[in-house]
């Protein structure tokens, strides 16, 4: 018979599995999203040299894959220490200092992400409860646009979580 802290620690272990696949999903969207735009800028450089016409959507399309694409991406990235990180201060601190610094940072960076997921939320849901439109050429619901950054934030606060409690185990 299982023990009660085996079992919790089992279901930590298959949520956290759960997560590092959603992370990775998300990371393929935004990579189909990457190539999709690429296309896009591709379409609107031969209709320019072509047809001398341009296609007034993909300016507007290319800015949205930006955002869709940061925050799809960035948690699989944080997930797998593939992010930017500045390193100059930490590389030259003493080995002693770097868990405790790298513990407090990634507490400190899923206060950030937790606050920014609860009023990224906010704006979303407002924006959908106001049908508010974007003022483009396009004019999507915002909300369609505005999603994906609670999403990404939220993923994001989790993964610094995991970060700090793998620092408190060393």
Same mark, same amino acid.
């Given at each position: 018979?299982?023990?009660?802290?085996?079992? /919790?620690?089992?279901?930590?272990?298959?949520?956290?599995?759960?997560?590092?696949?959603?992370?990775?999903?998300?990371?393929?969207?935004? =990579?189909?999203?990457?190539?999709?735009?690429? &296309?896009?800028?591709?379409? $609107?450089?031969?209709?320019?040299?072509?047809? /001398?016409?341009? *296609?007034?959507?993909?300016?507007? *399309?290319? &800015?949205?894959? @930006? *955002?869709?694409?940061?925050?799809?991406?960035? !948690?699989?990235?944080? $997930?797998?220490?593939?992010?930017?990180?500045?390193?100059?201060?930490? $590389?030259? @601190?003493? !080995?002693?200092?770097? =868990?405790?610094? /790298?513990?407090?940072?990634?507490?400190?960076?899923?206060? %950030?992400?937790?606050?920014?997921?609860?009023?990224?939320?906010?704006?979303?849901?407002?924006?959908?409860?106001?049908?508010?439109? $974007?003022?483009?050429?396009?004019?999507?619901?915002?909300?369609?646009?505005?999603? %994906?950054?609670?999403?990404?934030?939220?993923?994001?606060?989790?993964?610094?979580?995991?970060?700090?409690?793998?620092? *408190?185990?060393?």
């Amino acid at each position: 018979m299982r023990q009660p802290h085996s079992l /919790g620690k089992s279901l930590l272990i298959l949520l956290m599995r759960g997560l590092s696949r959603l992370n990775f999903l998300l990371a393929v969207i935004s =990579a189909v999203v990457l190539v999709a735009a690429t &296309g896009a800028v591709f379409a $609107e450089i031969m209709s320019r040299l072509l047809f /001398g016409k341009s *296609l007034l959507w993909v300016v507007e *399309l290319s &800015g949205y894959a @930006l *955002l869709y694409m940061t925050f799809l991406g960035a !948690p699989y990235l944080l $997930e797998k220490n593939r992010h930017v990180a500045i390193d100059i201060v930490t $590389e030259n @601190l003493h !080995p002693r200092w770097r =868990a405790p610094l /790298g513990c407090t940072m990634s507490l400190l960076g899923a206060a %950030v992400c937790f606050y920014a997921t609860w009023y990224g939320l906010a704006v979303t849901l407002d924006q959908y409860q106001f049908g508010t439109r $974007e003022t483009t050429v396009l004019a999507p619901h915002s909300y369609l646009l505005t999603w %994906v950054f609670p999403l990404g934030m939220f993923l994001v606060a989790i993964q610094f979580v995991v970060q700090a409690l793998a620092c *408190l185990k060393r």
